[in-house]
C-alpha cells in the first residue's frame, strides 16, 4: 500500500526537509541528494496516480497532525522548533576570477568568505516587516507578486514574506530572452 502524492505533501516535505533542525539535516543531506524519489504509476479510469515506495517520514506525520498544510505554517512550525539556531547562510563575494575552459571560453569564478548565519527569529522579523509592507502597498490576498532575483537569501524572504499574505508570486528569470515570456506567463 502506498502513499497518495499530492502539491501538499511534496511542499510540506521538501520546505519541513530544509527548514527543520539542523541536526536532522546533516544527518539526511547525503542520502537525500544521492535518491530520486521513488513511486510507482498506478493507472485507474480517467487519470492515473503517483504512490510513493519510500516509507513516510516521522516529519510527515508530524507536518499531517499538526495541520501545517501552507508554506507559511511550514515555516511558523520551523521557526517554534528551532528559534535561535542558524537558518539561513550567506557568503561575501570577496573577488571574481575569470577561468579559462578548455573550449576557449571564460568562465567567473567567486572567491568568498565566511558564512553569514541569520537565524530563525531574525528571519521571521525580515519577513514580517516585508510582508506588512507589501500589505502597506494595497496588495490584496491573491495579488500577484513578481520578483526578480537571482536565487539568494532575499528571494527566498520575499517568498516567504508573499506567502505570509497569501500572494501569488512569479519568478522571472534573469536570462534576457526568456524575460519578455516569464512577464508573459506572470500576466495569466
Known sequence: MGLRLNASHFRNYMLGFFLVNDDWYKSYRFNFFLCTFQSQAISYEGGITYR???????????????????????????????????????????????????????????????YLWKSYDEIDRLCMNLSRGLRELGLEPKARVCVFAETRAEWLIMAIAAFRQNLTRKNLIKVPFKLRHSFKKAKK
Do not use: W
Open 52 to 114: 510513493s515506495l519510500t516509507p513516510i517520514s516521522k516529519m510527515h506525520v508530524e507536518l499531517e497532525r499538526g495541520k501545517y498544510d501552507t508554506m507559511d505554517k511550514v515555516f511558523t512550525y520551523a521557526l517554534k522548533k528551532n528559534g535561535p539556531k542558524k537558518c539561513l547562510g550567506t557568503r561575501e563575494v570577496i573577488d571574481e576570477e575569470d577561468e579559462p575552459q578548455p573550449n576557449g571560453r571564460l568562465f567567473k569564478k567567486y572567491i568568498l568568505g565566511d
